[in-house]
């Protein structure tokens, strides 16, 4: 009894001094594969630097935007810095999931938040659940990026990747398309070709069509997806860039940080491939650091999303993972300018008015035509549940007609088999009964 008393204390102790050391330790949860994870030890020495405190880090990853968001949302976890996307940040602020990032104890000196591209404050602006919320007081950019076509045009002519409806040329693609299995992203782009007369005629906006989700809206791209099925390969979450490099696929369509890590991964096999937005217009996407509201170390917290926006962070983190940064510091647009590429990008919406014809990888950056077209996603509210039936519909009927056979035939043999099974032993219990 007392060999248990004593372990039963020593446990204790343990987990007392734990939580004695919590307000020296930053836990932080981020996407895989989505830092340079050296970064973090550089950290925990600036910090001592700045504050003359020492910090500890425990860093999770996660896969899937909702994941993290049920981690924090029903099991109350203690994260102190999240990254969630653009309408997990928009749904977190809704029901008071966020606390304000305590900026205040950051001093201007060293302050490189305010370094932030005026566009993206802009549009985290749009995340406000409602007009009294300033947005950038919860969340500040991290990476950023497009939703588009990557091709291989040895397949593809590039005229026929302007258009979303090039999924509707199911002949000419059969079996030749990689969706990305993220519903939003999907019916983000896709209503935007549902709808592109009435954008046309002027007779609503893009934000307007991603923002506003109705059960008309969702018919539309639910008969245009299933409409498409045909041309389909699959249904990837982070496999379809692979495919691309092997030439497995025509088309992919998705994110364009996948998209350029695609190009150079093929580039060293001598593949040509590349990645466009079609003229209809797309999506707009950001990742961005937030506090949660059951955070406890909000001070190493406010030190660590300030950290990660200095320059030389942020390229070390580019250079990593192949996303874009939201930082649009001078030092930023000196890495992104590339005298080597002939082609040049109007992005004054990002560095400011004299950037207007920088030479610049556009899958990174594209111009601002381009963005001109983009809209941000934005939280399915209450159109939630009616969005994932759609989605379960146009992916539950994706199975064609010989797959239908062999399921089929499956299912027989196994009932057969059952039936046999249960007449065996109904024999064998005869047999028994005689000998008895």
Known sequence: MKKILLSLMAVASIFSAAAANREHTLKIYNWADYIDESVLDEFKTWYTEQTGEKVEIIYNTFQINENMLNDIEVGKDDYDVICPSEYIIERMLRHNLLQPIDKSLISDEINYMKLQAPFVTDKFQQMAPTENITVSDYAVGYMWGTTGFLYNPAFVQDEEMQTWGAILNTERFEKRILMKDAVRDIYSVIVLYAYRDEIARGEVTRDDLVRNITAERIQRVEEILIAGKPSYAGWEVDFGKEQMTQSKAWVDLLWSGDAQW??????????????????????????????????????????????????????????????????????????????????????????????????????????????????????????????????????????????????????????????????????????AHKRR
């Open 262 to 431: 695609a190009i150079d991964e093929a580039s060293e096999v001598g593949l040509d491939l590349r990645y466009i937005v079609p003229q209809e217009g797309s999506n707009v996407w950001f990742d961005g650091w937030c506090v949660p509201v059951y955070a406890v170390n909000t001070k190493a917290a406010a030190y660590f999303i300030n950290f990660m926006c200095r320059p030389d962070i942020a390229i070390r983190n580019m250079e990593e993972i192949g996303y874009v940064s939201v930082i649009a510091s001078p030092e930023i647009e000196e890495w992104a300018n590339d005298e080597e590429i002939a082609e040049t990008a109007d992005l004054s919406y990002f560095f400011g008015p004299e950037a207007t014809a920088v030479h610049v990888n556009q899958v990174f950056y594209p111009d601002k035509s381009v963005i001109d077209r983009c809209a941000l996603m934005h939280d399915a509210g209450d159109q939630v549940e009616a969005l994932m039936d759609m989605w379960n519909r146009v992916k539950g009927n994706s199975l064609d007609t010989k797959m239908i056979i062999i399921i089929g035939v499956i299912v027989i043999a196994i009932i057969v088999f059952g039936i046999a099974q249960v007449i065996g032993k109904k024999k064998q219990r005869k047999i």
